[in-house]
Structure formats: structure tokens, C-alpha cells
């Protein structure tokens, strides 16, 4: 039971990660109806922008606390990607507006691949080891469960970039703009919003919260290689199909539970006699049987197609 | 005559490839490497035209039923090779029924694969059909990395010692079946229905045609003759591992398939020929490789979505398509 418990958590905190990496995918998704591949890559920039900027700013942020340095980090890196996501959009998807889905979708694997084999050609193809921004500690919880101090501060991190999430989405005019660019594009450019900011936004937006589940993820796992984003980003975009495309409480339920179920599988293969490695295709499962059963989702609305 | 064009090429091609065959041994060892790895290109790229091209769904998992037919193939020739020799005979027709066997048997296991990929997938938008493919592709490269190393199917470092059975009639009369299949399908009253799926899958539904019935049908042939190439990849190269069918190699039959136009089998087939032997010249710039490949996609989709030699070109005037 306790190590049913243990295993739970460990899920819950992975899982929090997977949450904060498919809103991304279902924010861009509902205003541009289409999957963005480089997600994924923008995770694993986010990660490689905390190791340098960790690298250049670590001797002048080292009198102070951890945890502000930890905040800065975060914060800068999630501006840079940010910025990076919006220039992705401006450069590869925008020229592509109004054109077959397959062709956006053929580019953003393009984009995909570039920042990958970039990313090997300047930051080398070895693993890194990602610096301890946050002090390494165990914090004992009733009996023999036992949590990380990284393990907590992601968790909190990851709720405190939620609530945020929600706040901008609900109760701001960008918010209100998104969703209604989400509901229906043309009605909305009439209305008077100005899709192209929206979209830059979201992108923007996205990018920056896949940034911080970079740095998380990498705190969790403290390597970084250039290819370290593809299957986080594969199983980010499963949570957010599982919770609904499209539906930012889906992503993040989906998100849960993906990290969940890895976690248990991995635990318990060897007593359901799998090998270890299996644990990665658990969430391919999910998504095969999700498409057979609930296409549109656990939270999500069914849509039809209009002619 | 005119009604059995098709069929005349299809045997002038078998027939030339044999006797080009006849002359291999005189080619460099090298050079033949690079035209045996051309064909299986044109295989491989012609079988994903289409699905991606002619039926307008985006498969990213042909590695993986490659991978199915390289196994599935190099398993039948490993294991039951010495039952198939002491049935068939030695002789140089008795191997062939024996490597014939093994092809096909690779091209089922890819297109029973296919089949239970396609169904679930296949009855959702193209969109989703690109990530499971490249999930099932992942699997199935996790799946061989973790069986027994000395088991059926080897593990990581995956098998070895398969014979060196494909020569230049296996795989460029692959080729020509392949391609065979694929325009004949494509061009009859029936193989219209693809192209309507591509063109408006809603239309097409409205008129009666059964889209889902088309887009797995077409995934499953492409499947199929994956599989074929894989297999013949198995017996070219002599050994396999799951590394070697990862997702890259999905993307490079991608390229081929996007650089020579969608839905253009001549554009397609040229594609295939010419990335095969400009791969094996930039082998010095490998790092770099890649990186041309994903910009190559990126310019095309925003200067030239059709491709570089669309079908539209080989058409006549006047006729739609």
C-alpha cells in the first residue's frame, strides 16, 4: 500500500509536468486547429536556456537565496522561448494561414527537426548534466513516504503557472480573445479582435509555459540532451487528446493521469512480468484506445464538421 | 494493346531487371550497394505516395512497417531457411520461392500492423493519424529493443547473418510491382475514390463512398510493400537492429515523398533515386544532413506545397485528376 502510495505521488509530480507541456498544445490548437510539433523542441530549449542562463548569471545570483535565483531563471527562460515561439509562428506558420492542414503540419515537423538538429550542432549531442537549481532534500511525509524538496517545488511551481493560466485565459481581455478566436475565427475578426495578435500570443504563451516544464523536467531529471523533447512531447500531446483537444482543464487532467499511469506501470512491470522499458509505450496505448472509444476526449465536446 | 499498357510494362520491367541482374556480378560492389538501396527507396516512397500523396492522410510511421517486414522477413529466412531449402532444393529457383516466401510474409505481418494501427486511427482527421504512426513506430522500435538477446528476434543488437539474397531483380522488381499496384489501383473506377478522399473527405463521404474503408485500404497496401522493402532491406545489408528503423527514416521516405509532389508517382520515383545517391555523397556533411532536410520541408511548404515535379505536369490538357 505504501509503495502503491509512493508510486502514486511520483506520478502526480511527473504528471504535473506532462499538464504543463500539453496546455501548450491545446492552446495553440484551439486558435490554429493544428498539432505543433516543435512543442516538444521548445521544451527542450527551455531546458538547455536554464543551463546556460544558469551558467552566466549563476556567479552573480549566487549571494542570494535559492529560490530567487531559481525565479529569475525561470522567468528569463520562459521570456526567451516565449519569444522564440512567437518568431516560430511569425516565420513558418503564418505564411501558411488559410492553407491545407497537411501543409502546416508537414512545416511544423520541419521546424521540429530543424531546432533539433540545431540544437545537436550547438549544444553538442552528449548529455548534460543539468545544474541543481534547487537544493537537493528528502522531506518525510507521514510513515515511509518520502518527497523530494524538487519534487514539491515543482508541484507548486506547476500550480502557481496554472492558476496564472486560468486568470489570463478568464479574466483578461487577451483571454476573452483567445476563446472567442478559439470559438469561432471569423466571427471573432469581426467582432474586432485582431486574430494575428491573439495567435502570436498564444504562441508566445504556450512556448513560455513549455519552457518552464523544461527547467522542471530537467530538475526532475537532471540531464539534457537536444533530443530530450520529443517523447515528453509525445505524451504531453496524448495527455491533451485524452482531456480533450482544444479544452485547457482536459490538458491538464490528461496530464495527470498520463504521468500516473507511467509511473504505476513502471513500478510495477517487473510484478506483471513486462520489462521496464515498456513503461514508455503505456501512453501510445492510451491514445489508441482514447481514439477508439472517446475521440473527442475525456472533457471534451464532440465537433462536427460543417461543410 | 493500349488496354494492357500497364501490364506490358509491368513484364518488360521484370524482364529487364533479371537480366540486368545476370550482369550484377561484373559491378562494382560499392555502386551496387547504392542501386539496390535506390530501388528499395522507390519502393518505400512509392507505397507512402499513397497514403500521404493519392489518399491525402499523413502517415510518419513507415519506418515501423519497415521495421515489421525487415523482422518478419529476416525471421522466416533464419529460422525456417534449412526446412525451406529441404523442400524447395538448392537450386537457384528453390531459393527464390524460399526469399519470395520470406518477402511476403514480412509484407503481411507490416500489413496486418497496418491494419490494426489504421482502423482505430484512420476513422479521425489526417492529424492524428501522423502521431499514432510515429507512436507505433516508437513502439515497435521499444518493443525489439527489449526482447532476448539471444532469442527470436535479438534485442538491441538485433540479428545478423542473413543471407545476401536481394539482388537487382528482387528490388527493382519490387519496385515495379510496387508501383504497378499503386497506379493501377490509383487510375481505376474504384481507385478514384482515394483521390476524392484527398480532394474533400466530406464530399466524398456525401456521394456515397466509404472514406474510412478507402484511407485504411490505402494505409494497409502502403503498409504492405513497406514491409516488402524492409525485408529486402534485411537481406541486402545482412544485418538489422531496431536503431536502424527509427523515426528518422520515416522522415527521410517523407522528404522523398514531399520533395518529388504529393500524389506524383514520376515526381515521387526521381525523388527517391536522387536523395538515395545524394545521401551517399553528403555523407561528409552528415551533421548537416538533417538540418537541409527539416528547411528543405519548411521552404517547400511555403514556395512550392505541390512539389518539385507535381502529377499535374504529366497530365494531358484537359483532363482533371
Not at chain 1, 48 to 74: C, D, E, M, Q, R
Not at chain 2, 63 to 68: D, L, S
Not at chain 2, 225 to 235: D, I, K, N
Request: overall charge positive; aromatic content about 10%.
Amino acid at each position: 500500500m505504501e509503495q502503491f502510495l509512493q508510486q502514486l505521488l511520483n506520478g502526480l509530480f511527473l504528471g504535473s509536468i506532462y499538464a504543463l507541456i500539453a496546455l501548450g498544445y491545446t492552446m495553440v490548437y484551439g486558435v490554429l486547429r493544428f498539432i505543433n510539433f516543435a512543442h516538444g523542441d521548445v521544451f527542450m530549449l527551455g531546458a538547455f536556456s536554464g543551463l546556460y542562463l544558469n551558467k552566466w548569471l549563476g556567479p552573480a545570483l549566487a549571494p542570494f537565496h535559492w529560490s530567487l535565483s531559481l525565479t529569475v531563471i525561470l522567468v528569463l527562460s520562459m521570456a526567451l522561448c516565449a519569444a522564440l515561439g512567437i518568431l516560430i509562428e511569425f516565420l513558418a506558420y503564418r505564411p501558411l494561414r488559410n492553407r491545407p492542414r497537411l501543409n502546416v503540419l508537414i512545416t511544423a515537423i520541419g521546424v521540429s527537426l530543424l531546432i533539433e538538429y540545431t540544437g545537436q550542432l550547438v549544444f553538442g549531442a552528449t548529455q548534460q548534466p543539468f545544474p541543481a537549481l534547487i537544493p537537493a532534500d528528502n522531506i518525510a511525509l507521514t510513515g515511509n513516504l518520502a518527497v523530494t524538496n524538487t519534487q514539491m517545488i515543482v508541484f507548486v511551481t506547476v500550480v502557481v503557472l496554472l492558476v496564472a493560466l486560468r486568470y489570463i485565459v478568464m479574466s483578461t481581455r487577451m483571454g476573452l480573445a483567445m476563446r472567442a478566436l478559439s470559438l469561432n475565427p471569423t466571427a471573432s475578426a469581426l467582432m474586432g479582435v485582431n486574430n494575428s495578435v491573439v495567435i502570436s500570443f498564444t504562441f508566445g504563451l504556450g512556448s513560455a509555459l513549455a519552457a518552464a516544464g523544461g527547467i522542471l523536467y530537467a530538475s526532475l531529471y537532471p540531464s539534457v540532451e537536444p533530443f530530450m523533447g520529443i517523447i515528453p512531447g509525445l505524451k504531453a500531446f496524448i495527455a491533451a487528446v485524452l482531456g480533450g483537444i482544444g479544452n485547457i482543464p482536459g490538458a491538464a487532467l490528461g496530464g495527470l493521469i498520463i504521468g500516473v499511469t507511467e509511473t504505476l506501470v513502471g513500478g510495477y512491470s517487473s510484478a506483471i512480468g513486462l520489462p521496464t522499458g515498456y513503461k514508455d509505450g503505456v501512453a501510445f496505448v492510451i491514445l489508441i484506445l482514447i481514439l477508439l472509444f472517446k475521440p473527442s476526449g475525456l472533457l471534451g465536446k464532440t465537433e462536427r464538421e460543417k461543410v | 494493346m493500349k488496354r494492357y499498357q500497364a501490364q506490358i510494362a509491368l513484364l518488360a520491367a521484370l524482364l529487364i531487371s533479371f537480366m540486368v541482374s545476370q550482369f550484377s556480378g561484373r559491378m562494382n560492389d560499392y555502386y551496387l550497394d547504392i542501386v539496390l538501396t535506390a530501388g528499395i527507396s522507390v519502393i518505400l516512397a512509392v507505397s507512402l505516395n499513397l497514403v500521404n500523396g493519392h489518399t491525402g492522410q499523413f502517415s510518419l510511421g513507415h519506418a515501423g512497417f519497415m521495421a515489421v517486414g525487415a523482422y518478419g522477413a529476416a525471421v522466416v529466412s533464419l529460422q525456417l531457411g534449412p526446412q525451406l531449402a529441404t523442400i524447395l532444393g538448392s537450386s537457384g529457383t528453390g531459393e527464390g520461392v524460399a526469399f519470395l516466401i520470406a518477402l511476403v510474409t514480412g509484407g503481411l505481418a507490416a500489413a496486418l500492423c497496418g491494419w490494426i494501427v489504421g482502423v482505430p486511427s484512420l476513422r479521425l482527421r489526417g492529424d492524428y493519424l501522423a502521431i499514432v504512426t510515429l507512436g507505433f513506430n516508437e513502439i515497435i522500435r521499444v518493443v525489439l529493443q527489449n526482447t532476448t538477446p539471444d532469442g527470436v528476434f535479438g534485442g538491441a543488437l538485433g540479428l545478423g547473418g542473413i543471407p545476401a539474397s536481394t539482388s537487382i531483380f528482387w528490388a527493382f522488381g519490387a519496385a515495379a510491382i510496387c508501383i504497378y499496384v499503386v497506379t493501377t489501383m490509383i487510375g481505376s473506377t474504384w481507385g478514384r475514390g482515394f483521390l476524392a478522399v484527398r480532394d474533400d473527405e466530406i464530399a466524398a463521404g456525401s456521394m456515397g463512398i466509404n472514406t474510412t474503408r478507402y484511407k485504411v485500404t490505402a494505409f494497409v497496401v502502403g503498409a504492405f510493400f513497406a514491409g516488402v522493402g524492409g525485408g529486402l532491406y534485411a537481406h541486402q545489408k545482412g544485418a538489422i537492429n531496431p536503431e536502424g528503423f527509427n523515426f528518422l527514416k520515416s522522415v527521410d521516405v517523407v522528404v522523398m515523398v514531399i520533395l518529388g509532389g504529393m500524389g506524383s508517382t514520376v515526381g515521387v520515383i526521381l525523388a527517391a533515386i536522387v536523395l538515395t545517391v545524394l545521401n551517399e555523397y553528403l555523407r561528409d556533411f552528415e551533421q548537416y544532413r538533417m538540418i537541409i532536410f527539416s528547411l528543405l520541408l519548411i521552404v517547400m511548404m511555403i514556395v512550392r506545397p505541390q512539389g518539385l515535379l507535381p502529377a499535374t505536369l504529366f497530365q494531358k490538357k484537359g483532363r482533371t485528376a
